[in-house]
Antibody
Framework: QVQLHESGPGLVKPSETLSLTCTVS??????????WSWIRQPPGQGLEWIAY???????NFSPSLQSRVTISADTSKNQFSLNLSSVTAADTAVYYC???????????WGQGTLVTVSS | EIVMTQSPATLSVSPGERATLSCRAS??????LAWYQQRVGQPPRLLIY???TRASGVPARFSGSGSGTDFTLTISGLQSEDFAVYYC??????????FGQGTKLEIK
């Protein structure tokens, strides 16, 4: 079955760029019904959608994060990636990659990776 | 901006009993609502979409209802593995996606 796995540094310094990659196994990033997303969850708090990318390169972003976020898909590697620039302690969270089914609901999630912003 | 409000924040129910969780949207989302379960240390898991359709593999004791602004997730015959945090999410206003703040279902 399709599985998602996040990877990237667990510690990022303030003002630097957080970079994460999600590897899709058992399926294809080029799926016509899948929008590949990032969602985050600060410790002890709720879920916040960040952005999505479609294999064609089409993207969409949360308005609150749009100015700092880039997202891309690499169909040759079956991966998609997130960059969040100018991070602060408020960006400390578990970051999940997820599949957005037909652009509507998140039907598949990675296990998540904790990213801490600290000097 | 659409706001999703879940109530109560914490719900205490005994195993075997029924739990009723609520989600309210600040304006109509039609039936474009999903529910997720998040156990401790785990990622969220899709339970319900289109307000009332169970996702693949979800037990029949989970049911969703509602449309417009008011939605309910009902869990009948609570089992130990059901005690978790539950989130609702609207997708009516895609490509913007909004989650509720969650309801923690705890053992009474």
């Amino acid at each position: 079955q399709v599985q998602l796995h996040e990877s990237g540094p667990g510690l990022v310094k303030p003002s630097e760029t957080l970079s994460l990659t999600c590897t899709v196994s058992g399926g294809s990033v080029s799926s016509a019904t899948s929008y590949w997303s990032w969602i985050r969850q600060p410790p002890g708090q709720g879920l916040e959608w960040i952005a999505y990318v479609f294999y064609s390169g089409s993207t969409n972003f949360s308005p609150s994060l749009q100015s700092r976020v880039t997202i891309s898909a690499d169909t040759s590697k079956n991966q998609f990636s997130l960059n969040l620039s100018s991070v602060t302690a408020a960006d400390t969270a578990v970051y999940y990659c997820a599949r957005l089914n037909s652009g509507y609901f998140f039907d598949l999630w990675g296990q998540g990776t904790l990213v801490t912003v600290s000097s | 901006e659409i706001v999703m409000t879940q109530s109560p924040a914490t719900l205490s129910v005994s195993p075997g009993e029924r739990a009723t969780l609520s989600c309210r949207a600040s304006r109509s989302v039609s039936s474009n609502l999903a529910w997720y379960q998040q156990r401790v240390g785990q990622p969220p898991r899709l339970l319900i979409y289109s307000a009332s359709t169970r996702a693949s593999g979800v037990p029949a004791r989970f049911s969703g209802s509602g449309s417009g602004t008011d939605f309910t997730l009902t869990i009948s015959g609570l089992q130990s593995e059901d005690f978790a945090v539950y989130y609702c999410q609207q997708y009516n206003y895609w490509p913007m996606y909004t989650f509720g703040q969650g309801t923690k279902l705890e053992i009474k």
